[in-house]
């Protein structure tokens, strides 16, 4: 079946735009989640939808990130005024989701960030 | 919160040799914990998981991994690896109930280099 679908697979941008990252989970999965991939901070944890809500949103690194799902399925990640240490791999996952699911990864959109 | 260590940064084996990935965690309570792997240019796949049971886990590929409840680890084991196992090995630990337990937290990976 389909897996996680992540747009765009790249994205380049200058400093101080605003991008917009698009997450479509598997279908019938009602959990969401997004990660950070970046050489020095591994995978790290932004934030958790369960349904359209998010409770918690402690991930986020700075008040130029937000996230929002809708309709319990597609998701969008928006960073704005966009910084250098914002490049990185931003990362969907999908799970089921029961407590402590298994969650199953997208391929991923490379920030880049110049 | 939790936290999860990998021994190795890199690892370099010959065809056919044995492998071994240590992972450690920290955390006091009951964890589900899994390993994914990313092979290069692809995106992370799930490997094998660990929820409960027998604490010895079978996965994809002939990997497998033991549960050792008394030391927090969880090491991932293949007795001879193939040049196709050249990939990037990340552990990680969810937390069974309670505070967190959505979040995913990772180790630093294993990069795991096989020489045909």
């Known amino acids: 079946g389909a897996g996680v679908s992540q747009s765009p697979s790249n994205k380049v941008t200058e400093k101080g735009k605003d991008v917009e990252l698009r997450c479509d989970p598997i279908s019938g999965h009602t959990a969401l989640y997004w990660y950070r991939q970046s050489l020095g901070q591994g995978l790290e944890f932004l934030i958790y939808f369960q349904g359209n809500s998010a409770p918690d949103k402690s991930g986020l690194p700075s008040d130029r990130f937000s996230a929002e799902r809708t309709g319990g399925s597609v998701s969008t990640l928006t960073i704005q005024r966009t910084q250098q240490e914002d490049s990185a791999v931003y990362l969907c996952?999908?799970?089921?989701?029961?407590?402590?699911?298994?969650?199953?990864f997208g391929p991923g959109t490379r920030l880049t960030v110049l | 919160a939790q936290s999860v260590s990998q021994h190795n940064h890199h690892v370099i084996l010959s065809e056919a040799a044995s492998l071994e990935l240590g992972c450690n965690y920290s955390?006091?309570?009951?964890?589900?914990l899994f390993w994914y792997v990313q092979y290069p240019g692809q995106h992370l796949q799930l490997l094998l998981k660990?929820?409960?049971?027998?604490?010895l886990v079978k996965g994809i590929k002939g990997f497998e991994a033991e549960f050792i409840k008394s030391k927090f680890s969880f090491n991932l084991r293949k007795p001879s690896v193939q040049w196709s196992d050249t990939a990037e090995y990340f552990c990680?630990?969810?937390?069974?109930?309670?505070?967190?337990?959505?979040?995913?937290?990772f180790g630093k990976g294993t990069k795991l280099s096989v020489i045909p």
């Open positions: 990680a630990v969810i937390p069974y109930s309670g505070a967190g337990s959505y979040q995913l937290t």
């Open positions: 955390y006091g309570g009951t964890v589900n």
């Open positions: 996952a999908s799970s089921p989701g029961q407590v402590a699911d298994t969650q199953y």
């Open positions: 660990y929820f409960s049971g027998d604490p």
